[in-house]
T-cell receptor
């Protein structure tokens, strides 16, 4: 089926540094999402994005977080500066339409971020 | 806000056992309900969904029926296999605004051969 690719699969950085997580969504999809999963815990919604804009964000989407998809390339999540509590697996997802009830969200395999 | 509650955090069964994972939801509107499965090292994959009361979703021998009266969407399978070992998430989409999916805490299913 359709594939969402996330690069890199693992990233280790020092606290206070900037990190960018990259997502290559399904090619004709228009809606993009980031979810955060702390080890052993549930998937938590961070943000969704359409037509160059953030549509909705959760309380977990701190001021240090930003998302963009310049010129239809990677959909990115940037954290600047990072904090210890940002350590988690970050999952990107995309869908053809924003109607999550009607359209399937396709998830990538995640990027495991470790902040030291 | 919307929420999903999965009663079982972990379930351990033997092959050919009957599986039930309980899921209850709370939502202000009329949500679409989902079951997702996550294998180690991968992102969640949609197992199936249901959008209306009494609608049954099914896939790979798993099934669940949307019950608006009891706000439930319990996952069942008559005879599990070792390959079914994974984490299962019940989830909902509320159809308001930008329709994010809200996940339950997940149930880790382990099947012993």
């Amino acid at each position: 089926g359709p594939k969402v690719l996330q690069i890199p699969s693992h990233q280790i950085i020092d606290m206070g540094q900037m990190v960018t997580l990259n997502c290559d969504p399904v090619s004709n999809h228009l809606y993009f999402y980031w979810y955060k999963q702390i080890l052993g815990q549930q998937m938590e919604f961070l943000v969704n994005f359409y037509n160059g804009k953030v549509m909705e964000k959760s309380k977990l989407f701190k001021d240090q977080f930003s998302v963009e998809r310049p010129d239809g390339s990677y959909f990115t999540l940037k954290i600047q500066p990072t904090a210890l509590e940002d350590s988690a697996v970050y999952f990107c997802a995309s869908s053809l339409d924003g109607g999550a009830g009607a359209e399937t969200l396709y998830f990538g395999s995640g990027t495991r971020l470790t902040v030291l | 806000g919307d929420s999903v509650t999965q009663t079982e955090g972990q379930v351990a069964l033997s092959e050919e056992d009957f599986l039930t994972i309980h899921c209850n939801y709370s939502a202000s509107g009329y949500p679409t309900l989902f079951w997702y499965v996550q294998y180690p090292g991968e992102g969640p994959q949609l197992l199936f969904r249901a959008s209306r009361d009494k609608e049954k979703g099914s896939s790979r021998g798993f099934e669940a029926t949307y019950d608006k009266g009891t706000t439930s969407f319990h996952l069942r399978k008559a005879s599990v296999q070792e390959s079914d070992s994974a984490v299962y998430y019940c989830a909902l989409s509320d159809h308001y605004g930008n329709e994010k999916i809200t996940f339950g805490a997940g149930t880790k299913l382990t099947i012993k051969p």
